[in-house]
Structures are given as C-alpha cells and as structure tokens.
C-alpha cells in the first residue's frame, strides 16, 4: 500500500469516535447496573454476554483491519447512505437509552416492582429498538468504506447471539411477572406491580 488514502484514514476515525461511544455506554450500564442492584435487581444471561462484549470489540477491529489490510476502497455510492446509517444509528441508540433511563443496561437485570416502560421514545414504535440500531450498524459502519467480509461476519454470528439474548430478556420478564402474579395472589388484598428487565430490549 503506497501512502496513507485519506479516506481509510477518515474512515479509522469515525471507527475509533465509535469506540469512545462505546466506552461511554459501558461506563453509564456501570452505573445503571449498581443502581438496579442496590434495589433487589437480578442479572440473567451471564453466559452469553462475554461472547457478546468479544463480537462487538471484533467488529470494530475487522472494520479497520479489512479496510487496510485488503485495500478496501471507498465507493461513494455505497459509502455514503451506509455513513449516514451509521449516524443515524448513533442517535437512535442514544434515544433509546435516554428513554429507558437508569434502568437502560447492556446486561439483562430484572428488578422486580418496577412497572414497565412501553411508550416512552422508540419504545413506542418498536419492541427492541436498540437491537434494530445493532443489526444496522453492524452492516452499515463496515460498508461505509467497503469492509464487506466484517459485514457479513459480523452480521451472521450476531443474529445468533440476538436469537439468545431476546429469549433470555423475555424468559427473564415472564418469569418476574409470574413470581410477581403469585406473590400477589397469596397475599391478602396484595397487588404487585410487574417487573421490568433493565437491558437494551423491551423495559
């Protein structure tokens, strides 16, 4: 490779400002986490959440690593709307998080007694939004400068961790809700309020 393209170098940019998006998300999950614990929340699917930290990392590496490594080429035509996808996802994830408040996290912890959020930003339109942002940006940042093998990687191995992960945050919020029906039925003159999972997903 002779010189330095300044669009690869553009590109590894935008890259590396999403990985200090990223970071930002984990420390504010941190936060949200002890704030659900610290009120009786209880975390579901650790098993799977090591694989999903290594897949997220992964993809942004491949992203870079393809584009310089295989001389990906920037094609305007495919690199622009992926671009604008791409910041656009930003700000639905954003939205999404801010709707869901202390009780947004990217682990599934469920606290019980909290009624659940279904009208508030996206939530209002989609079931899992946050999960629609990740299927978009894991096609659109890589197609941006034409990582096309990252793309598809990436994409395929996340549907089968998004097959895992939306079954545990539904099994996690049935079973709260029923716990939740039974206490309050054995309980003279007792109501419960449902329980809501603290995650991306459905809250």
Known sequence: MEGLPVSALLFT????????????EVRVSLRHAAWAFARGG??????HYPFMVVLHTALLLGCVAEVWLLDRPFLPWLGLPALVLAVACQGLRWWCITSLGERWNTRVIVVP??????DAGPYRYLRHPNYVV?????????????AWLTALLFT???????F????TEEAA???AARTAAATAATSPGGTSSP????SPGPS
Do not use: D
Not at 113 to 118: D, K, M, N, V
């Open 42 to 47: 209880v975390e579901h699917g650790r098993g």
């Open 13 to 24: 940019g935008l890259v590396a400002f999403t990985a200090v998006e990223r970071l930002v």
């Open 173 to 175: 919020l049935a079973s």
């Open 113 to 118: 007694g909290l009624a659940p959020i279904r």
């Open 134 to 146: 990740v299927v978009t940006e894991g096609l659109a940042l890589p197609l941006v400068h034409g």
């Open 164 to 167: 895992v992960r939306i079954r």
């Open 195 to 198: 329980a809501t999972a603290s």
């Open 156 to 162: 395929v191995l996340n549907a089968g961790l998004l």
